[in-house]
Structures are given as structure tokens and as C-alpha cells.
Nanobody, 128 residues
Framework: QVQLVESGGGLVQAGGSLRLSCAASGHTFSNYRMGWFRQAPGKEREFVAA????????YCSESMKGRFTVSRDDAKNTVFLQMNSLKPEDTAVYYCAASRNIWISIVQLTTESEYDYWGQGTQVTVSS
């Protein structure tokens, strides 16, 4: 079992930045690929970004590429999502997730079914 706890959400004005953190416990963090998803009100949960076990490979949704960056610090058992140039449409609950699947390309880690553990989410609200 892996427990994931997100933090860092909040209210920010459009154009601002936030850095989300996801702290993991319970199993060897470095064994897992990590991902970020988000869910806006009335919408399905969507993929944001994923990072390999080593941190050497990352993949970001096209709509967020260039604004969002995923990274990890295995010494702290934490994965981060740096979000810049935020827009009101980025308003959502952001979730981190852990995947044991090492057999597919990181660019295929975009569906919820590829992830085994989920955090409870953190709210991000971007005002216009």
C-alpha cells in the first residue's frame, strides 16, 4: 500500500503560480511512476503529467505543456507539480497517483486505470 497526500493548493489570480506537492508513504517511493490528474466541476478527471521512476522522463498533457512541470525528490518521497501562468480554466481538484506499471511507455500513463494508488486531492482555484 502507498499513501499519497497532496498539498499546496489554494486560491491564486490568473497569471500566478502554484507548486503542488504529493508526499508518499508506505512503500518504496522510487519503485513507482507518478502522475498528476485534475478534475474540474462537472467534468471528468483528466491527465496532467507523469514522471518516470528515475525522474529522467516526464510527459505533460499538450494543453499544459510549457506551463506545468512535474518533478520528484525521492529523498523526500515527494512528487511536485509546478504550475505557472495559471488560467481560470485550470481550476480543479488536483490528484496525484502512483503506478506500478513499468511495462508501458510513459506517454501511455495518461489513463486512470494505469494507476494503483491515489491521493485525496487538493483544490486549486484560479480567479480572473
Amino acid at each position: 500500500q502507498v499513501q499519497l497526500v497532496e498539498s499546496g493548493g489554494g486560491l491564486v489570480q490568473a497569471g500566478g503560480s502554484l507548486r503542488l506537492s504529493c508526499a508518499a508513504s508506505g512503500h518504496t517511493f522510487s519503485n513507482y511512476r507518478m502522475g498528476w490528474f485534475r478534475q474540474a466541476p462537472g467534468k471528468e478527471r483528466e491527465f496532467v503529467a507523469a514522471i518516470s521512476r528515475s525522474g529522467g522522463s516526464t510527459y505533460c498533457s499538450e494543453s499544459m505543456k510549457g506551463r506545468f512541470t512535474v518533478s520528484r525528490d525521492d529523498a523526500k518521497n515527494t512528487v511536485f507539480l509546478q504550475m505557472n501562468s495559471l488560467k481560470p480554466e485550470d481550476t480543479a481538484v488536483y490528484y496525484c497517483a502512483a503506478s506500478r506499471n513499468i511495462w508501458i511507455s510513459i506517454v501511455q500513463l495518461t489513463t486512470e486505470s494505469e494507476y494503483d494508488y491515489w491521493g485525496q486531492g487538493t483544490q486549486v482555484t484560479v480567479s480572473s
